[in-house]
């Protein structure tokens, strides 16, 4: 049974930091390029940043470039998110997604940047 669980979500200040993960099993993890997605209310689900299977190839939204960064731990089947100078924009709900031939989402978690 494939499962992708993130955690990590939750309230974040203006300038503060959070870090995402995501817990990958019941699939080959190491050769599945792995994405980080967000949602916020009333707007589309947008890439947020993606890694390539090896972590050797690794891009971002001009939006969170140079303050987020994605990174994979395919000994332990994780990926993660390190988001640092949060800004009330990043208010949203984060998905995890791993793509191959097959597309797999996790169910998200929320996080709310506020003061």
């Known amino acids: 049974q494939v499962q992708l669980v993130e955690s990590g979500g939750g309230l974040g200040q203006p300038g503060g930091s959070l870090r995402l993960s995501c817990a990958a099993s019941?699939?080959?993890?190491?050769?599945?390029?792995m994405s980080w997605y967000r949602q916020a209310p009333g707007k589309e689900r947008e890439l947020v940043a993606s890694?390539?299977?090896?972590?050797?190839?690794?891009n971002y939204a001009n939006s969170v470039k140079g303050r987020f960064t994605i990174s994979r731990d395919n000994a332990k089947n994780t990926v993660s998110l390190q988001m640092n100078s949060l800004k009330p924009e990043d208010t949203a709900v984060y998905y995890c997604k791993a793509t191959l031939l097959m597309v797999y989402w996790g169910q998200g978690t929320q996080v709310t940047v506020s003061s």
């Open positions: 890694i390539s299977r090896t972590g050797d190839i690794i």
């Open positions: 019941g699939f080959t993890f190491s050769t599945y390029v």
